[in-house]
């Protein structure tokens, strides 16, 4: 009898002992898992504050600043809600304050500058800064699409945006660095560039006719093929002109025999 309880009382030992390793091993998975999220959130925060720091860059409607903004806060909740104690306060006041902003955006009139006077930016730092701001830009208004946060419409019309401002960027680069090719006398690579511009913009031209800065820069660009070719031409070696025989020889070459 005595053998059997000490029998029973090692399998409740071990029952025990496997529970309270169960229980640890669940804590710890979820624990990482709040880890793995919270470090997603505040990825998602980091990027889109910083996308929100450059549009300053290009011109960019209200539409863009509320749903970043909204997308910010979204975050910041989440964070709010995984983080320790001590972490808490400070996404609280965040989110006081991104409330406020999204209220004073929402009682605000829509704003939607025109991207005609949009200008290339001259250090190519600031530039490599830009596309990558748009390309971010385009994936975060493309996932609040999708979760069905952004009106169809709205989508529709800043990716239509944002799609014609990468082509402004990719045209101009191209003519600029054209332009750089041809004074360095590189008139190969900048044929090329210009090629490689002029077809770019005659594909979209068929899809937009209408638009004027396409018209515009492919004006440009047959200007400035013009004048790689001309600076071409001017650049090649002129053919030797025959060399007008003196008269003495003419007078002591053998007569010919008719």
């Not at 071990?14 to 390793?21: D, E, H, Q």
């Not at 605000?108 to 830009?137: A, C, H, M, W």
């Not at 209408?210 to 053919?239: C, H, W, Y």
Request: aromatic fraction near 4%; hydrophobic fraction near 40%.
């Amino acid at each position: 009898m005595a053998f059997i309880l000490v029998l029973v009382l090692i399998g409740a030992l071990l029952l025990l002992v496997i529970g309270i390793n169960a229980l640890q091993q669940q804590k710890q998975r979820a624990e990482a898992l709040r880890r793995t999220e919270l470090t997603r959130q505040r990825a998602i925060l980091e990027e889109t504050e910083e996308v929100l720091a450059n549009t300053g860059m290009f011109p960019c409607t209200s539409h863009i600043n509320l749903a970043l903004y909204k997308r910010i806060k979204e975050a910041a909740q989440q964070a709010m809600m995984l983080c320790n104690a001590s972490q808490r306060a400070d996404y609280e006041r965040r989110v006081i304050d991104l409330d406020s902003m999204i209220n004073n955006l929402q009682k605000s009139p829509p704003q939607q500058p025109s991207i005609e006077n949009f200008r290339l930016p001259d250090n190519d730092r600031q530039i490599l800064v830009l596309v990558q701001t748009l390309k971010k830009l385009k994936a975060i208004i493309r996932d609040e699409h999708n979760k069905g946060k952004m009106d169809p419409v709205v989508f529709s019309n800043e990716e239509n945006r944002i799609n014609s401002l990468q082509l402004r960027i990719n045209v101009d680069s191209m003519m600029s660095r054209a332009r750089s090719a041809c004074y360095m006398k590189q008139y190969g690579s900048s044929r090329q560039m210009v090629t490689k511009a002029l077809g770019t913009l005659n594909t979209i031209k068929g899809q937009t006719p209408g638009d004027p800065f396409i018209t515009r820069k492919v004006e440009e660009a047959k200007q400035l093929l013009e004048e790689i070719n001309g600076a071409v031409k001017m650049a090649q070696p002129s053919a030797p002109k025959p060399k007008e025989e003196d008269d003495i020889d003419v007078l002591f070459q053998p007569k010919k025999k008719w």
